[in-house]
């Protein structure tokens, strides 16, 4: 079975750039989550989808941060305007129930 | 989801000594997860725990989760270097996952 795809596994950025993830999940898998990490700390969910449905954003940064799951398979996440503080991993994660299986992440470095 | 409350942050041990990390809840938990994530890398699904006093094993690894569902813990047997990492616990369903900060495990040849 293929896990979960992420692109590009690395970006480096101006602050003020804009920046796009893409997510390919689990065939078949419902739920897809982004999550941010930085350095040192736990993932932070940033948003969460339930087929092509938003479950929760509430930690979204709206004012910069988007993302969709068009057709409730593949999503991209992205961040216009990009900031220093937005340096981190980002990583995508799907789930048909209670296990989340993640992707390698996207490790994005604004500079 | 819950949010639960993981100890040690860190911990540092010999090769081949044991280590344990626990996770507390103030209100019973409906299930609770464990993941591994060794530096550089990603969280991996190790583990869910959902019956009260449930024990299971992988290998050296012991999970258990509380009688009264309120706290759960993973406790390695004679650690190898293969074991670092940082070990995180949630609990949840579908909603409103919470990863906290996790115990970082380093294992000392």
């Known amino acids: 079975e293929a896990g979960v795809a992420q692109s590009p596994r690395y970006k480096i950025i101006e602050k003020r750039q804009s920046v796009a993830f893409w997510c390919n999940p689990i065939s078949g898998h419902a739920t897809l989550y982004w999550y941010q990490q930085i350095l040192g700390q736990g993932p932070k969910l940033l948003i969460q989808?339930?087929?092509?449905?938003?479950?929760?954003d509430s930690q979204l940064p709206k004012d910069r941060f988007s993302a969709e799951r068009l057709k409730g398979v593949d999503s991209t996440l992205k961040i216009q305007p990009a900031k220093l503080e937005d340096s981190a991993v980002y990583l995508c994660?799907?789930?048909?129930?209670?296990?989340?299986?993640f992707g390698p992440g996207t490790r994005l470095t604004v500079l | 989801g819950q949010q639960v409350m993981q100890i040690p942050q860190y911990q540092h041990v010999q090769e081949g000594e044991d280590f344990t990390t626990y996770c507390n809840s103030s209100?019973?938990?409906?299930?609770i997860q464990w993941y591994k994530q060794r530096p550089g890398g990603h969280p991996v699904f190790l583990i869910q725990l959902v019956k009260s006093g449930e024990v299971k094993k992988q290998k050296r690894l012991t999970f258990q989760f509380g009688e009264a569902k309120k706290n759960s813990s993973l406790h390695i047997t004679a650690t190898q270097t293969t074991d670092v990492g940082t070990y995180f616990c949630?609990?949840?369903?579908?909603?409103?996952?919470?990863f906290g900060i996790g115990t970082k495990l380093q294992v000392i040849p």
């Open positions: 994660a799907s789930s048909t129930a209670d296990t989340q299986y």
């Open positions: 989808f339930q087929n092509n449905g938003v479950v929760d």
């Open positions: 949630i609990s949840g369903g579908y909603q409103k996952v919470t």
């Open positions: 209100t019973t938990l409906s299930n």
